[in-house]
């Protein structure tokens, strides 16, 4: 599988968790409780994991779907359970295309 080159580290996608935008950097939570901050936009980071397993559901996050514990749609709201623990909002926007690659 290929790596995504982090300041001085490759990392796995498979190995992301969630990523989570800080303004012009981006902060990645991985599966083994680290974090790494990239000076990359969470947009460049879109782009490069297309084709991998990755949705962006807000404006400040991108979520790996193998870490999805569970999703509730039962509102208006999407929120998405991963299994680190962690509870997202998906953005309205965004909803419609979620719900059709999730089911």
Same mark, same amino acid.
């Given at each position: =599988?290929?790596? @995504?080159?982090?300041?001085?580290?490759?990392?796995?996608?498979?190995? @992301?968790?969630?990523? /989570?935008?800080?303004?012009?950097?981006? =902060?990645?939570?991985?599966?083994?409780?680290?974090? /790494?901050?990239?000076?990359?936009?969470?947009?460049? $980071?879109? /782009?490069?994991?297309?084709?991998?397993?990755?949705?962006? &559901?807000?404006?400040?996050?991108? &979520? *790996?779907?193998?870490?999805?514990?569970? $999703?509730?749609?039962?509102?208006?709201? #999407? *929120?998405?359970?991963?299994?680190?623990?962690?509870? $997202?909002? #998906?953005?309205?926007?965004?909803?419609?295309? $979620?719900? =059709? =690659?999730?089911?």
């Amino acid at each position: =599988m290929k790596t @995504i080159r982090i300041s001085k580290r490759d990392i796995s996608p498979q190995d @992301i968790l969630y990523l /989570e935008s800080q303004g012009n950097y981006t =902060m990645l939570y991985l599966n083994d409780n680290k974090k /790494e901050l990239s000076s990359r936009t969470l947009q460049i $980071f879109e /782009e490069k994991l297309k084709g991998y397993n990755f949705y962006r &559901v807000n404006r400040s996050h991108i &979520v *790996n779907f193998s870490a999805i514990e569970w $999703f509730d749609s039962g509102s208006k709201e #999407i *929120n998405i359970l991963l299994k680190s623990g962690e509870q $997202f909002s #998906i953005s309205r926007r965004r909803r419609k295309l $979620f719900s =059709m =690659m999730i089911l």
